[in-house]
């Protein structure tokens, strides 16, 4: 008989005849807490003894389940080639799935989401705060095409608001037209899927999907790297109709064509792959394309890049359940950061954002933690604005 | 396992020296802690737990975890990296894991005198990134590099790839700190690297696998950063061929660090000749001379013994991808074990002969492909190989009977049972063949000294007397 959980049994089962621990080189969080359980190694034999019978769920099972970053950055050190990430989101939603309750520090996160249909606690109407002058983007129904889904953490995070703002001041730049839901926007439910409630996850994609369905658009642009892997991803009949991409990869094809270009800038910078863009998704060259569009720009990579680049703490629920945890990680990535003598540490996701400007103040660098399109737009060439 | 309420009490005085960030005691966390890659028994996958696991930061706090245990004479189990895979980590006798990880530190390094001082549970590569700040390096490179601790090498005498010039990390200890086991705290010598004085007391802790003490300080040599590096890749007709060659390199007296020949797999990859079944390659480092003379001979030695060199690309990209899959190709997938025999090189056809062509078929072992045959070549010679467990019936007796049989063939020839991955439970009840019943009685009365009450990671290592 098979089951839902034998994927995430096979990987446990592999992992133990295996065996070899190449997976905790370089896991944030076993480099932080260095126990063994806290290691994809670990929580596969905690599958293995859950599943097997060994050990019945408890408290202290839930807490090893739920001390993972999702990275995937294991996965490229891992012998065996295992899809931890996605058995540690399964094994959360086996635990949920035999009554073990969620953390108590994500059930906040659970109880705004059901509410406000966004994991921050802010009112609905609070998405369009951040469009002010924008209202006439509003999408129409069967005209737009374009729809720039701007996701909770960019339009309802205050520190956040230039992020989309300039995402938008480059595409009309670029001459590109685009809708917005504004107030209607939902949460694409990353946060809950990652923590494995999959019944609120269902819900939003089913009411999310029905919403963007019915404005009839052909493309869909995101700005955060979280609601991306979520809407191409996990929306599989969305997705197989409607075409997704990060804003990266809308703004260099853009760029290619020859209809977004950029002032020249002396400056040296490095950019941080947030995992979601990077090994969720396998974009690594647009954010990169985009910034060595920027003539005069030096990028240096960090010790650490693409594939194997360090998370930066903040995913998965890692950074409301252990802070200090989360934030030591995104210290060693800030440190990484310094050692390449570059101004400013770019960046395509609001939770990178986050964790990583939280980080830089923290320990008092003097790295400009900046967004990618809030970069961009410091250069870009506007010939309507010049027009004028 | 320990009573109930003496576990409490335990457990409480642990917390006091410790706190509770410093104790594991749950199910759920003990659970990674029941085993290390040795395969126990197969239906004894979880049977030993460790009463505790204990996550100390200094040696003080070494020293009172070890004096708790002492006055309850409860075994303590001493852990680096945790990629042994002997079974030396298994707590056959419950007790408290001492996981050394958090002690992580880089206490001293002295440029002009090449050595560095750390705590034990630094792992090697961390420990090879902070000695290159300062333009310097470690020399030893294990496939389990990326894991590995300090204390987790010295205690196995870990193996190196590149023996031939700078020696394994036996020969890299200068001077140790180790927690006896009456909690007292042990410095063995003065932080050189040669003295004509006293006996080499730290000598005792390298390959010790935990059974003396817990080592809680290091002092290693180190060496310059090399100004270069190469590695010369040369394909032969068969293993044989390689081995030839590998032969002549080392009587040549050319300095090149180590090397390997083994049984190639994917020809396509290497652009290897498809009649040319095996490959021998040598890494040098050094000066840009030394390593373009050294480099030189090499290429001049492999093909004056009938090998086709590979294009210097080649050999990098080889290189590269070999020593990114190392560390994970040391995984034990499925049912399979590896040898790491140390055989002299002049009865090393007998060894393999015997081995396959004897041993193999009674047993029902199988070599994996490409794995019949490898050597390490350099100074110390490690036989490798790789291969299936029998099927049907007594799987694990006849596995055992094989171990025992292998060991009694390398020995004979005058070799070693293990050139790399300790003894442990593993090839613990095999030690007779390899020693004496009087070298074995010295050793015992060593381990006596300085662990009278054996608990120290008991039943690992030596064999108990008949």
Same mark, same amino acid.
């Given at each position: 008989?098979?089951?839902?959980?034998?994927?995430?049994?096979?990987?446990?089962?592999?992992?133990?005849?295996?065996?070899?621990?190449?997976?905790?080189?370089?896991?944030?969080?076993?480099?932080?807490?260095?126990?063994?359980?806290?290691?994809?190694?670990?929580?596969?034999?905690?599958?293995?003894?859950?599943?097997?019978?060994?050990?019945?769920?408890?408290?202290?099972?839930?807490?090893?389940?739920?001390?993972?970053?999702?990275?995937?950055?294991?996965?490229?050190?891992?012998?065996?080639?295992?899809?931890?990430?996605?058995?540690?989101?399964?094994?959360?939603?086996?635990?949920?799935?035999?009554?073990?309750?969620?953390?108590?520090?994500?059930?906040?996160?659970?109880?705004?989401?059901?509410?406000?249909?966004?994991?921050?606690?802010?009112?609905?109407?609070?998405?369009?705060?951040?469009?002010?002058?924008?209202?006439?983007?509003?999408?129409?129904?069967?005209?737009?095409?374009?729809?720039?889904?701007?996701?909770?953490?960019?339009?309802?995070?205050?520190?956040?608001?230039?992020?989309?703002?300039?995402?938008?001041?480059?595409?009309?730049?670029?001459?590109?037209?685009?809708?917005?839901?504004?107030?209607?926007?939902?949460?694409?439910?990353?946060?809950?899927?990652?923590?494995?409630?999959?019944?609120?996850?269902?819900?939003?994609?089913?009411?999310?999907?029905?919403?963007?369905?019915?404005?009839?658009?052909?493309?869909?642009?995101?700005?955060?790297?979280?609601?991306?892997?979520?809407?191409?991803?996990?929306?599989?009949?969305?997705?197989?109709?409607?075409?997704?991409?990060?804003?990266?990869?809308?703004?260099?094809?853009?760029?290619?064509?020859?209809?977004?270009?950029?002032?020249?800038?002396?400056?040296?910078?490095?950019?941080?792959?947030?995992?979601?863009?990077?090994?969720?998704?396998?974009?690594?060259?647009?954010?990169?394309?985009?910034?060595?569009?920027?003539?005069?720009?030096?990028?240096?990579?960090?010790?650490?890049?693409?594939?194997?680049?360090?998370?930066?703490?903040?995913?998965?629920?890692?950074?409301?359940?252990?802070?200090?945890?989360?934030?030591?990680?995104?210290?060693?990535?800030?440190?990484?950061?310094?050692?390449?003598?570059?101004?400013?540490?770019?960046?395509?996701?609001?939770?990178?954002?986050?964790?990583?400007?939280?980080?830089?103040?923290?320990?008092?660098?003097?790295?400009?933690?900046?967004?990618?399109?809030?970069?961009?737009?410091?250069?870009?060439?506007?010939?309507?604005?010049?027009?004028? | 396992?320990?009573?109930?309420?003496?576990?409490?009490?335990?457990?409480?005085?642990?917390?006091?020296?410790?706190?509770?960030?410093?104790?594991?005691?749950?199910?759920?966390?003990?659970?990674?802690?029941?085993?290390?890659?040795?395969?126990?028994?197969?239906?004894?996958?979880?049977?030993?737990?460790?009463?505790?696991?204990?996550?100390?930061?200094?040696?003080?706090?070494?020293?009172?975890?070890?004096?708790?245990?002492?006055?309850?004479?409860?075994?303590?189990?001493?852990?680096?990296?945790?990629?042994?895979?002997?079974?030396?980590?298994?707590?056959?006798?419950?007790?408290?894991?001492?996981?050394?990880?958090?002690?992580?530190?880089?206490?001293?390094?002295?440029?002009?005198?090449?050595?560095?001082?750390?705590?034990?549970?630094?792992?090697?590569?961390?420990?090879?990134?902070?000695?290159?700040?300062?333009?310097?390096?470690?020399?030893?490179?294990?496939?389990?590099?990326?894991?590995?601790?300090?204390?987790?090498?010295?205690?196995?005498?870990?193996?190196?790839?590149?023996? %031939?010039?700078?020696?394994?990390?036996?020969?890299?200890?200068?001077?140790?700190?180790?927690?006896?086991?009456?909690?007292?705290?042990?410095?063995?010598?003065?932080?050189?690297?040669?003295?004509?004085?006293?006996?080499?007391?730290? %000598?005792?802790?390298?390959?010790?696998?935990?059974?003396?003490?817990?080592?809680?300080?290091?002092?290693?040599?180190?060496?310059?950063?090399?100004?270069?590096?190469?590695?010369?890749?040369?394909?032969?007709?068969?293993?044989?061929?390689?081995?030839?060659?590998?032969?002549?390199?080392?009587?040549?007296?050319?300095?090149?660090?180590?090397?390997?020949?083994?049984?190639?797999?994917?020809?396509?990859?290497?652009?290897?000749?498809?009649?040319?079944?095996?490959?021998?390659?040598?890494?040098?480092?050094?000066?840009?001379?030394?390593? %373009?003379?050294?480099?030189?001979?090499?290429?001049?030695?492999?093909?004056?013994?009938?090998?086709?060199?590979?294009?210097?690309?080649?050999?990098?990209?080889?290189?590269?991808?070999?020593?990114?899959?190392?560390?994970?190709?040391?995984?034990?997938?499925?049912?399979?074990?590896?040898?790491?025999?140390?055989?002299?090189?002049?009865?090393?056809? %007998?060894?393999?002969?015997?081995?396959?062509?004897?041993?193999?078929?009674?047993?029902?072992?199988?070599?994996?492909?490409?794995?019949?045959?490898?050597?390490?070549?350099?100074?110390?010679?490690?036989?490798?190989?790789?291969?299936?467990?029998?099927?049907?019936?007594?799987?694990?007796?006849?596995?055992?009977?094989?171990?025992?049989?292998?060991?009694?063939?390398?020995?004979?020839?005058?070799?070693?049972?293990?050139?790399?991955?300790?003894?442990?439970?593993?090839?613990?009840?095999?030690?007779?063949?390899?020693?004496?019943?009087?070298?074995?009685?010295?050793?015992?009365?060593?381990?006596?000294?300085?662990?009278?009450?054996?608990?120290?990671?008991?039943?690992?290592?030596?064999?108990?007397?008949?």
């Amino acid at each position: 008989m098979t089951s839902e959980y034998d994927g995430m049994l096979k990987v446990a089962e592999m992992c133990i005849l295996c065996r070899c621990g190449c997976c905790k080189d370089e896991c944030p969080m076993y480099s932080e807490i260095l126990e063994e359980s806290i290691s994809p190694k670990g929580r596969n034999q905690l599958v293995h003894a859950l599943l097997t019978g060994l050990l019945e769920p408890d408290e202290r099972a839930v807490r090893i389940a739920y001390s993972c970053l999702l990275c995937k950055r294991d996965e490229y050190s891992c012998t065996a080639e295992l899809r931890n990430a996605e058995a540690t989101e399964t094994l959360r939603e086996y635990l949920l799935s035999v009554g073990m309750p969620l953390l108590p520090e994500h059930q906040l996160l659970v109880k705004s989401l059901e509410n406000y249909g966004n994991p921050w606690q802010e009112p609905r109407s609070s998405r369009k705060r951040w469009a002010k002058g924008l209202k006439d983007k509003k999408v129409v129904p069967g005209k737009t095409e374009t729809l720039f889904y701007v996701g909770c953490t960019f339009s309802l995070d205050r520190t956040l608001l230039d992020s989309p703002r300039a995402l938008a001041h480059l595409l009309e730049c670029a001459g590109e037209d685009f809708g917005l839901l504004l107030e209607d926007e939902l949460c694409c439910g990353s946060t809950v899927k990652r923590l494995g409630h999959v019944q609120l996850f269902q819900k939003l994609r089913r009411e999310n999907e029905q919403r963007i369905r019915a404005t009839g658009v052909r493309r869909i642009v995101t700005a955060c790297a979280g609601c991306y892997k979520t809407l191409s991803q996990d929306y599989k009949g969305l997705s197989q109709d409607v075409k997704v991409l990060h804003s990266t990869e809308y703004l260099a094809e853009l760029v290619g064509s020859g209809r977004l270009t950029f002032k020249g800038a002396d400056i040296k910078v490095t950019y941080h792959d947030p995992c979601h863009l990077g090994r969720h998704a396998e974009v690594y060259d647009a954010p990169r394309t985009l910034l060595h569009s920027v003539s005069g720009l030096e990028l240096v990579e960090m010790k650490t890049s693409r594939e194997l680049a360090r998370c930066c703490g903040g995913g998965a629920g890692v950074k409301t359940a252990y802070p200090e945890i989360s934030q030591k990680a995104a210290v060693r990535r800030i440190r990484e950061a310094e050692k390449t003598g570059a101004s400013a540490l770019v960046t395509a996701c609001p939770f990178c954002m986050q964790s990583l400007k939280d980080a830089a103040q923290s320990v008092g660098s003097s790295i400009d933690v900046v967004e990618l399109c809030v970069f961009l737009d410091r250069y870009v060439e506007c010939p309507k604005e010049d027009q004028r | 396992m320990m009573p109930d309420s003496v576990k409490d009490e335990v457990k409480r005085q642990l917390v006091e020296a410790l706190g509770e960030r410093g104790l594991l005691w749950e199910k759920a966390d003990l659970l990674p802690y029941c085993k290390d890659t040795y395969r126990v028994r197969f239906e004894d996958e979880y049977r030993y737990m460790p009463d505790f696991v204990v996550l100390p930061e200094t040696t003080e706090e070494v020293k009172k975890v070890v004096s708790i245990a002492a006055s309850r004479k409860i075994p303590l189990i001493p852990k680096g990296g945790g990629s042994n895979r002997t079974g030396m980590l298994v707590p056959t006798h419950g007790g408290i894991v001492v996981d050394t990880i958090r002690m992580n530190k880089l206490i001293e390094i002295s440029v002009p005198d090449l050595c560095v001082t750390v705590q034990p549970g630094m792992t090697l590569k961390d420990l090879g990134d902070g000695l290159a700040e300062h333009g310097l390096w470690l020399t030893q490179e294990q496939g389990s590099l990326k894991m590995a601790t300090v204390g987790g090498a010295i205690s196995t005498s870990a193996f190196s790839r590149r023996h %031939q010039k700078y020696g394994a990390m036996a020969d890299c200890v200068m001077s140790l700190e180790v927690v006896l086991a009456d909690g007292s705290v042990l410095r063995t010598g003065p932080k050189v690297l040669y003295t004509s004085t006293g006996y080499r007391l730290h %000598q005792l802790f390298i390959g010790a696998e935990g059974t003396l003490g817990i080592i809680t300080e290091a002092t290693l040599r180190v060496e310059p950063l090399p100004e270069a590096q190469e590695v010369v890749l040369g394909f032969f007709d068969d293993f044989w061929a390689a081995i030839d060659a590998a032969k002549r390199v080392m009587a040549s007296g050319v300095d090149f660090s180590g090397g390997e020949a083994y049984e190639i797999v994917d020809h396509s990859e290497l652009r290897a000749p498809p009649d040319k079944k095996a490959l021998f390659y040598a890494l040098v480092h050094g000066t840009k001379e030394e390593v %373009q003379a050294v480099s030189e001979n090499l290429r001049r030695t492999i093909e004056g013994s009938g090998g086709i060199l590979a294009d210097h690309e080649v050999a990098n990209q080889f290189l590269t991808t070999y020593t990114k899959q190392w560390c994970g190709a040391r995984a034990l997938t499925g049912y399979e074990d590896v040898l790491t025999t140390y055989v002299p090189m002049e009865k090393m056809r %007998q060894y393999y002969d015997t081995l396959w062509n004897e041993i193999a078929p009674k047993y029902g072992i199988e070599p994996l492909p490409g794995e019949k045959y490898s050597l390490d070549v350099g100074k110390y010679r490690m036989a490798g190989g790789r291969y299936r467990l029998p099927k049907g019936d007594r799987v694990w007796e006849r596995y055992q009977e094989v171990l025992k049989e292998i060991a009694a063939l390398a020995t004979g020839l005058g070799g070693s049972v293990q050139a790399c991955h300790g003894v442990g439970i593993q090839h613990r009840d095999n030690m007779v063949l390899e020693y004496s019943d009087v070298a074995l009685e010295a050793m015992r009365g060593i381990k006596h000294l300085l662990d009278p009450d054996n608990i120290m990671n008991p039943g690992k290592k030596i064999p108990e007397k008949e």
